[in-house]
């Protein structure tokens, strides 16, 4: 490859495997973005990218507790987004159905539909088959966490209409490749879709004598046929980035697989320009899978992800499961403020993006699908109020938000998976009632010598390894409940954290205060 | 569709539905009647214990093949093992269990009361056999070059680098038909890893020569020499096929035609042409002639040459397989069996190890999944000792039972520099070898000590720590986090993976990091005692007295592989325990050989199971028991040979004939 004319040598554009994004590579690729912009239409475009983020999260260090809508305390999970904290939705009390197998798990995430392999045709896909066509490719998976030869479904987010598990690329090479140069070489193109219309004349006699099983298998070659002459039609129709700029092709950012961390900071990069070259629309990446066996050492944790979140009986290693999610959200910082830097249309690239971070899974350890981790980020092109923590009175459908943030994205439908309808409070103010208001009921209710009722808000605090609780009663002190392991564990009372209870159950009188020691029974009032 | 064709299809219909109830109604209602009265107390819609629910199985309708074949293989299976009704359940008489086995039989294992092999599905290449099938189609090589010395990367070859890996089915393996099936072929990069074959092709004068038969590709050719040149590389890349060969010839011939037309350029109108034929139908799926029938038929001689090497290569059969094939001499036993001994001393045969022994036994992690990078030359070493040993059962035609213990192993040529390592390497002759030697060529030619990379080095075991595939840095690895190793993973692995048994947890049986608490364990437990703890309660006991020991006598074994005997923290390593039949050992040695005691017959089994299952291309049904039995009772009478059990396997009645309903 002759040496290039640009500004910098190539090979230090995206530097090594740390792939920082040099702001003089986006000037290179200006002339290619403008002609990207004339082309596209008059509004301008959304964009969307979910990342994923697998095995869960230790409810009590993500949960918001109290404050409004608009003035509230990130939680320990959420603290790295401080510094955008105007720039995000934070949604609470959203839930899938069904239980979650680690296999399972992104793929509900991404469909709202249960079982793997079995209809799901995930909401990215619905949006990418609306608007993919105007864009040179049409979406993009990229998978950061490791990929299993033996288990690749762990890593898969993306369906396609017909079912079609869509793998990411794992190695950020070739994913710039993907996205950058494979589809910028019009003679390449030219003749793959020439060599794929020749093998369709050649056998299209073959589908008509095969046996009526063979066929069923042959169907998938034909129908991939057509999906790689749509793509490259695609690509032709909308001007690939490198074709406006024929230099672009010989960028070689040589990029290195390198450690988790590298590699999530690459993709975000490489989302972030494909977005911003509008190569394409709609992005997925799998940061960590919900069985992922990734060491954090490169952060300083050296442990696995997924052994760590199977932390309610092995409460050591909760810091370090904590450790691990909050330098997930603060990848999700990093995307934030790197489209923020950059102009598009009347605004910045963040302006017209939609990110949905989350999991698919709330509870690391029981793997529950009840009220999803979910933060949503970017403008929308001005369809999304920021800022704000939105809890739902009642839960809704996880579906119900994919189903808005298809409308969102231009890709309207009656529903998803098992969706009900779109969800209020992403546009505007929710204005929802404060959660949990005090109504001056939380008190003990009934008590004799040795048992008693009572009903507050219930909260958690942890010393060193041991976890207790504490009830908020109306005259604002606190009733201590220490109570043993598998008491705990059958009334799976810690999932009440956070809500309003009426506990029944011994005490004893510790230091003067009653202490309910064990619990007969936890419900909601 | 024809009346012709639809004919048979009618009357086998009718033959079904008029026959069975008459002579199976009986033999359905006793079965019946055993799992109302002896399974449904447990496993009925309200308690399903463990999750599992019976009761569709009273139904008529649910007792063949359709949405209950699970369920009825898993009751047969328990059935016949004699493991349900649990240990404190009064067992099931011979004549209760003789009536569940008896309608299985009829239902799962028969048809219409004869054996047939199921409906043969169409086979499309993996990514491993599409490039050991370019590689070969197109006289080049493709694969990463062996490298004697260490360059500081595990590269991997251009063709992997474009195709994305396949994803296992049900079977296990990548080369599973129905998974393969179902999926949408990765055109794009199955074009483009073409494209960069017939690239390295056009830069090879041997390779023209050996494929074309010319010293180059022609840039200016008459039309009929261009079409004899298309009509010779089809047959090539058909593999002999020549069923629909006029057709491919009309369509290829006009499509070279057109081309030219506008390039003016015979040798690149050629190569578009030959692209195109690299991503055709009829190359990436294997196509077989079909006579829709219910029952088995044989194959033809090419289609034999066919299953027979993409079975011991991953890739097409040779000249002299496809010449033995098209003259259906391929056939006759006598041939068949002197074709297979041909096939297993070619250096072809190490995609036995890398792709059939890679995938079970899941040492291919270790080249293919970051997780388990560490460094070059404890990749290659680690991965190169699993390897050479898998192929060293092949090569010297051992017992399958040395996977778990052996005289012999490879050990890295870096533990040889040791001073004092005592390793006594074994002499060429020391095993009676079958076959040919075929990582000869991977001597070490590099005089730069430091980068230096040797191969494994065949070597006498050493003390009790030694031997068997089980015990290798490979499977210590795969089977281990970074950080610490996992008896339960590795017991799980041994009875999953090795022994064969599937380990499906019940849905109401915590783990045992979640029993931790539960069972009021000591704050620092060591790790015997939190899985002897763990076993002491019934719901656990029931799976942990097999997995726990088994996990357990492996602990001196460190996560990568290196003997210990303390824990990280001083503490001492404990590798003892009990087996499920009480016997107990106090040292992975002796784990072993209760291990081979124990299970030696099903590990054997096993192995044969699985190389079927790969052979196949598909899971294992009902109907293949009998080929299955008849495998592993010709391999026993040898001692589990690795020979034995490949010829039985391509003797069988699966391998040799096809079905299409």
């Known amino acids: 490859m002759k040496q290039d004319s640009y500004l910098i040598p190539r090979r230090t554009f995206l530097k090594g495997a740390g792939v920082s994004l040099a702001l003089p590579f986006l000037e290179i690729m200006k002339p290619a973005v403008s002609h990207a912009k004339a082309k596209a239409a008059k509004a301008d475009p959304v964009r969307l990218c979910v990342l994923y983020k697998g095995c869960g999260v230790n409810p009590h260090s993500w949960d918001i507790v109290g404050g409004t809508e608009t003035e509230f305390e990130l939680s320990k999970i959420l603290r790295p987004l401080a510094p955008v904290q105007k720039d995000i939705v934070v949604l609470g009390n959203l839930d899938n159905d069904g239980v979650s197998s680690h296999m399972d798990a992104p793929g509900t995430f991404m469909s709202a539909t249960k079982h793997k392999d079995a209809n799901r045709y995930s909401f990215d896909q619905r949006i990418a088959d609306y608007i993919g066509h105007q864009t040179p490719i049409k979406s993009v998976q990229l998978t950061a966490d490791n990929v299993w030869k033996a288990h690749p479904w762990l890593n898969i987010l993306s369906y396609d209409k017909s079912h079609q598990p869509l793998r990411g690329q794992h190695d950020p090479q070739s994913a710039f490749d993907l996205i950058f140069k494979n589809a910028a070489q019009a003679t390449r193109q030219t003749e793959l879709a020439s060599v794929l219309d020749g093998v369709r004349d050649a056998s299209s006699s073959l589908l008509r004598k095969a046996s009526s099983q063979d066929r069923q298998v042959l169907q998938q070659y034909f129908d991939s046929l057509r999906d790689v002459e749509k793509s490259i039609e695609r690509a032709r129709a909308n001007g690939q980035v490198a074709a406006a700029d024929p230099k672009l092709a010989e960028i070689d950012p040589t990029l290195e697989a390198g450690n988790l961390g590298e590699r999530v900071k690459a993709m975000m990069d490489l989302i972030t320009l494909a977005f911003w070259t509008d190569s394409t629309r709609v992005a997925s990446c799998m940061l960590a899978n919900t069985n992922s066996r990734i060491h954090y050492d490169f952060m300083g944790v050296n442990a696995e992800f997924h052994y760590v979140s199977h932390h309610v009986r092995n409460k050591k290693v909760l810091p370090a499961y904590d450790s691990i999610n909050i330098w997930h959200t603060a990848q999700l910082r990093y995307l934030i403020e790197k489209m923020k830097t950059l102009p598009d249309g009347s605004g910045t690239l963040f302006d017209n993006s939609l990110i949905l971070w989350g999991s698919g899974i709330k509870h690391g350890d029981y793997h529950s699908l009840t009220d999803l981790p979910v933060v949503l980020a970017g403008g929308g092109g001005g369809q999304v109020e920021l800022g704000r923590h939105v809890r739902y009175p009642e839960a809704r459908p996880f579906g119900n938000l994919l189903l808005t943030l298809m409308k969102l994205m231009g890709a309207p439908a009656e529903s998803i998976g098992d969706s009900t309808g779109l969800l209020p409070g992403i546009s505007s103010k929710a204005n929802f009632k404060p959660v949990n208001p005090d109504d001056g009921s939380w008190k003990i209710t009934q008590s004799d010598g040795q048992t008693l009722t009572a009903k507050g808000l219930l909260r958690i605090e942890i010393e060193g390894e041991q976890e207790y609780y504490l009830l908020r009663l109306s005259d604002k002190s606190d009733l201590e409940i220490r109570i043993p392991f598998m008491n705990n564990h059958r009334l799976r009372f810690d999932r009440n954290v956070g809500k309003v209870v009426v506990v029944t159950g011994q005490y004893k009188v510790i230091g003067g205060k009653k202490t309910l020691v064990s619990l007969k029974a936890a419900k909601a009032p | 569709m024809s009346l012709a064709r639809s004919f048979p299809r009618v009357f086998l219909l009718m033959l079904v539905v008029w026959a069975v109830p008459s002579v199976w109604a009986a033999e359905f209602t006793a079965a019946a009647e055993v799992i109302e009265d002896r399974c449904l107390t447990c496993h009925d819609s309200d ?541 992975p040695h002796q784990m072993k050989t209760l291990l081979l005691e124990l299970y030696g017959d099903d590990i054997a089994k096993n192995f044969a199971r699985q190389l079927f299952a790969y052979a196949l291309g598909r899971q294992l049904q009902p109907y293949d028991r009998l080929s299955l039995d008849q495998i592993v009772s010709a391999a026993k009478q040898d001692g589990y040979k690795t020979s034995t059990i490949i010829e039985q396997i391509v003797l069988s009645k699966q391998f040799l004939y096809r079905q299409d309903l």
């Open chain 2, 47 to 587: 308690t399903k214990k463990g999750g599992i629910d019976l009761s569709p199985l009273l139904e008529k309708a649910n007792a063949s093949y359709g949405n209950y074949t699970r369920l009825w293989i898993r009751l047969e299976n328990m059935v016949a093992r004699g493991e349900m009704p649990p240990e404190n359940k009064k067992p099931l008489a011979a004549a209760e269990k003789a009536a569940i086995q008896e309608w299985f039989h009829e239902s799962f294992v028969l048809r219409d009361g004869k054996s047939h092999i199921g409906p043969t599905p169409l086979r499309r290449l993996t990514r491993y056999e599409f490039e050991n099938t370019l590689e070969a189609v197109l006289a080049v090589p493709l694969k990463v070059p062996y490298r004697d010395s260490i360059t500081g990367t595990l590269t991997e070859s251009k063709i992997t680098a474009l195709v994305p890996s396949d994803i296992p089915g049900e079977s296990g393996f990548d080369n599973d038909a129905h998974r393969l099936g179902a999926l949408k072929p990765p055109l794009n990069a199955f074009a483009d890893a073409a494209n960069y074959a017939l690239d390295q092709f056009r830069r090879n004068p041997a390779a023209i020569k050996a494929v074309l038969g010319r010293a180059e590709i022609p840039s200016d050719v008459s039309e009929a020499d261009a079409k004899a040149i298309i009509s010779k590389f089809l047959l090539r890349a058909f593999r002999g096929n020549a069923a629909r060969l006029p057709d491919y010839e009309r369509a290829f011939h006009g499509l070279y035609a057109k081309h030219v037309a506008t390039s003016k350029d015979s040798r690149a109108s050629l190569l578009h042409v030959f692209e195109m034929i690299l991503v055709s139908p009829e190359f990436l799926y294997r196509f077989e002639h079909s006579q829709a029938q219910s029952t088995p038929y044989p194959v033809n001689g090419l289609e034999l040459a066919t299953r027979l090497s993409y079975f011991l290569w991953a890739g097409p059969p040779d000249a002299e397989l496809l010449n033995l094939g098209q003259d259906g001499s391929l056939l006759k036993e006598a041939v068949l069996k002197k074709q297979i001994a041909r096939l297993l001393n070619s250096p072809k045969r190490i995609a036995l190890s890398e792709n059939f022994g890679g995938q079970w036994l899941g040492f291919g992690e270790l080249m293919a999944n970051r997780e388990y990078l560490l460094n070059e030359r404890w990749n290659r070493e680690t991965y190169d000792e699993a390897l050479f040993f898998f192929d060293e059962l092949i090569r010297s035609n051992r017992s399958v039972l040395e996977l778990v213990q052996s005289d012999w192993q490879y050990k890295r040529a870096s533990a040889l520099q040791a001073k004092g390592h005592g390793y006594q390497q074994l002499k060429p002759d020391a095993l009676p070898r079958m076959y040919a030697d075929i990582f000869a060529n991977r001597q070490s030619k590099t005089r730069n000590r430091k980068t230096r990379y040797d191969p494994p080095v065949l070597v006498q075991r050493q003390g009790d720590r030694d031997g068997g595939l089980l015990t290798s840095a490979a499977i210590m690895r795969v089977t281990s986090s970074k950080t610490r190793t996992s008896p339960i993973r590795r017991g799980v692995w041994v009875l999953n993976t090795l022994i064969g048994k599937s380990m499906e947890a019940p849905e109401d049986v915590p783990s045992i990091e979640e029993a931790r608490e539960a069972l009021n364990i000591k704050r620092n437990p060591t790790v015997a005692e939190l899985l002897k703890q763990h076993v002491s309660k019934a719901v656990c006991h029931a799976c942990h007295k097999e997995i726990d020991p088994l996990g357990l006598g492996l602990e001196n074994f460190a996560q990568f592989g290196e003997w210990r005997t303390n824990y990280p923290d001083m503490t001492p390593v404990v590798a003892s325990g009990e087996m499920p039949n009480g016997k107990a050992f106090e040292s």
